[in-house]
């Protein structure tokens, strides 16, 4: 299974970007899917989620400027992000929990390879 991230770029303050990313490959199921960010010298952290039943989390530093939604038919997961500040500046990497057979019950963590974004104040 691969996924593969795409949207970041350089932005100025107040803007707005789409991350996408697309997971291929044997692919049963997909259950959460989410994206993280890894900004210089600080550790990967959690900025939304999603789950098979459409509920989703977001951290509070990115509520009501990120949305994350899912296209299960195209085993794609998006990052809508808004009203960008200098802070949200780092690599933003996806994440699917993906079952790969109906006969292997038990679900693997895969990563895209990141996107970077970059805001300028």
């Known amino acids: 299974v691969q996924l593969q991230a795409s949207g970041g770029g350089w932005v100025q303050a107040g803007g707005s970007l789409r991350l996408s990313c697309a997971a291929s490959?044997?692919?049963?199921?997909?259950?959460?899917m989410g994206w993280y960010r890894q900004a210089p010298g600080k550790q990967r952290e959690l900025v939304a989620s999603?789950?098979?039943?459409?509920?989703?989390k977001y951290s509070d530093s990115v509520k009501g400027r990120f949305t994350i939604s899912r296209d299960d038919a195209k085993n794609t997961v998006v990052l809508e992000i808004h009203s960008l500040k200098p802070e949200d500046t780092a690599v933003y990497y996806c994440?699917?929990?993906?079952?790969?057979?109906?006969?292997?019950?038990?679900?693997?963590?895969?990563w895209g390879q990141g996107t970077q974004v970059t805001v300028s104040s």
């Open positions: 994440k699917a929990d993906v079952r790969t057979s109906f006969i292997e019950p038990d679900s693997q963590v895969y």
């Open positions: 490959g044997p692919i049963f199921s997909i259950n959460g």
């Open positions: 999603i789950i098979g039943d459409g509920s989703t």
